[in-house]
């Protein structure tokens, strides 16, 4: 038969069970040789088991498994890519496939994988008729195998060896050859069954077996189990689905990581990186997120080796150091969990995008979405700020403060938002924009003011001047100016900065948002220390 003529036909729902393991449609015999577990075998070579329930009873080795596999998770960006064509999809690395020939030639293992299976006991053999045509219709390894132009290829005999927990799910996938069904419905023997069907590339059962999951509730079993999946496996276009609910579930349950993080101590590599990967978490900062990966990494890692190597090779690619405060970055140059030379670049980088105008940042920004969110904020309780400094010859700061137009609507009736603290004279000072009651005339309104978080036990002067960026001239235009005696937590500011209405304030054709950005401008200048009152 031809079997590029059989491929191209619309097989996807014929139901040819009848035809399953029986001598009168079949035109091969497959030789089915059950071997022990390779870890069984050799404790000191990872399985390649299709097994969920072997991941299942095999939680205990999680942590091994996630140092050994340090170079596949490097490859694991947080964006999943169809990368498809990036799976060898020639004869998979643990199936040894044989022709019965009438000299008793074999077909050579390929690599060091089939080896060791090669000299593995063989528990049983199973003896199995097959129509070649309905599985080279459906497989692409089985297409290859019958259709290569090789003498094997003409063969009636094909050996093919698996592990013992392989068995049913290879069964289970035969059967959905046939008769595009599958016996399985709990989720673990799905995923095994999914797991057989991507090394034999049955893609009809992939997706099947991917719909048939999504359908099921998810737990926190099954999201570590979809996303400690091969990375192979992860990026098809089939589990893509299964890791995206996986990392939906993890967010959505663990969104505040402050408030879950002595749970989160006991996640492993894999939750933690589908975790980190997300815009979505509620933070005060990313400078919250930073000691969060370091106490992780501590907390799983006590050898600071192994830790160095999980820091640089995983975790690092999930902080956002642009949005990091700058005395933080500082503290980041000096941890001795991270390699010296790879902090000195990630701070050289978040401080060079830090130094950009705000409309190269979102350049740099989108140029990079594909491949890293690096430069794309999380929702910060705390807004990232610019901060320029100046020692001479006053202490000064200036400050840049940007607000987005859903910001800034999401505030009404009552609501504030800070940004993150900058320091001055060596206190900590913060921005605050809120929505106000004007006591006056009686309407809504957009306050802004800046205030001191610690009481210190000396009094600081501060000139202040305020200034706004609008629309026609887009120049920072000085809206106000003034003095202040700061005692510690106290603020000074304007509940109607604009002195108009928030429903003006709001409107689409207000001139103060450019390009639905509001920017602010805030110098703060020490001249002298006030004496101690």
């Known amino acids: 038969m031809d079997l590029n003529v059989y491929r191209n036909g619309d097989s996807e729902d014929t139901d040819l069970g009848f035809a399953f393991n029986d001598f009168s449609f079949s035109d091969r015999i497959i030789q089915l040789e059950i071997i022990e577990e390779l870890i069984d075998v050799c404790p000191n070579v990872k399985s390649s088991s299709t097994s969920a329930n072997q991941t299942i009873l095999g939680k205990r080795r999680r942590e091994d498994i996630q140092k050994d596999n340090v170079e596949d998770l490097l490859l694991d960006q947080p964006d999943i890519h169809d990368s498809a064509a990036c799976k060898p999809r020639d004869l998979e690395v643990d199936v040894m496939v044989e022709a019965s020939m009438a000299d008793d030639e074999t077909v050579n293992p390929t690599n060091v994988a089939d080896s060791l299976m090669d000299c593995s006991p063989v528990l049983k053999v199973r003896t199995l008729h097959i129509n070649s045509s309905i599985l080279a219709a459906k497989s692409m390894f089985f297409y290859k195998l019958f259709s290569n132009g090789m003498k094997e290829s003409r063969q009636m005999h094909v050996t093919l060896r698996i592990h013992a927990s392989e068995e049913a799910p290879f069964m289970e996938l035969l059967n959905f050859m046939y008769n595009s069904s599958l016996n399985a419905t709990s989720p673990p023997k799905l995923l095994d069954v999914f797991m057989a069907a991507d090394k034999f590339d049955v893609p009809s059962c992939n997706k099947y077996c991917s719909r048939r999951l999504l359908n099921v509730p998810m737990t926190m079993e099954f ?129 060079y995008f830090k130094s950009e105008a705000p409309h190269q940042q979102k350049i740099l920004a989108a140029e990079f979405a594909s491949t890293s969110h690096l430069f794309i904020e999380r929702s910060y309780m705390y807004r990232p700020i610019k901060v320029v400094e100046f020692e001479h010859p006053h202490q000064q700061c200036v400050v840049y403060f940007d607000l987005k137009r859903e910001e800034c609507a999401n505030l009404f009736p009552s609501g504030r938002v800070c940004s993150q603290p900058f320091h001055l004279g060596g206190q900590r000072f913060f921005l605050s924009a809120q929505c106000n009651m004007d006591p006056y005339r009686f309407y809504h309104c957009f306050g802004l003011f800046f205030g001191m978080q610690e009481i210190g036990s000396a009094n600081f002067s501060v000139d202040y001047e305020f200034a706004i960026r609008s629309r026609p001239t887009l120049e920072y235009i000085r809206k106000y100016k003034g003095n202040f005696i700061f005692s510690g937590g106290n603020a000074v500011g304007y509940k109607n900065f604009f002195a108009t209405p928030w429903t003006s304030f709001m409107a689409e054709d207000s001139l103060l948002f450019i390009n639905d950005f509001l920017y602010f401008r805030a110098e703060l200048t020490i001249k002298k220390q006030a004496e101690f009152q």
């Not at 979505?280 to 501590?298: G, H, I, K, N, R």
């Not at 030379?341 to 978040?350: H, N």
Request: aromatic share 10%; glycine share 0%; hydrophobic share 45%.
């Open 223 to 351: 999201a570590l189990l979809y996303l400690e999946l091969p990375l192979s496996v992860r990026m098809s276009n089939t589990a893509r689905p299964l890791v995206i609910a996986a990392k939906k579930y993890l967010v959505a349950r663990y969104k505040n990581i402050t408030t879950h993080q002595e749970e989160l101590m006991e996640l492993p590599l894999a939750g933690i990186m589908a975790l980190l990967s997300s815009d979505e978490l509620q933070v005060a900062s990313e400078d919250v997120v930073y000691d969060f990966v370091l106490t992780w990494a501590q907390t799983q890692y006590p050898s600071l080796e192994e830790r160095r190597k999980i820091l640089r090779a995983n975790l690092i690619h999930f902080i956002r150091f642009p949005f990091m405060t700058c005395s933080k970055l500082k503290t980041v140059q000096t941890c001795n969990d991270f390699d010296h030379e790879v902090t000195s670049k990630v701070v050289f980088d978040a401080l």
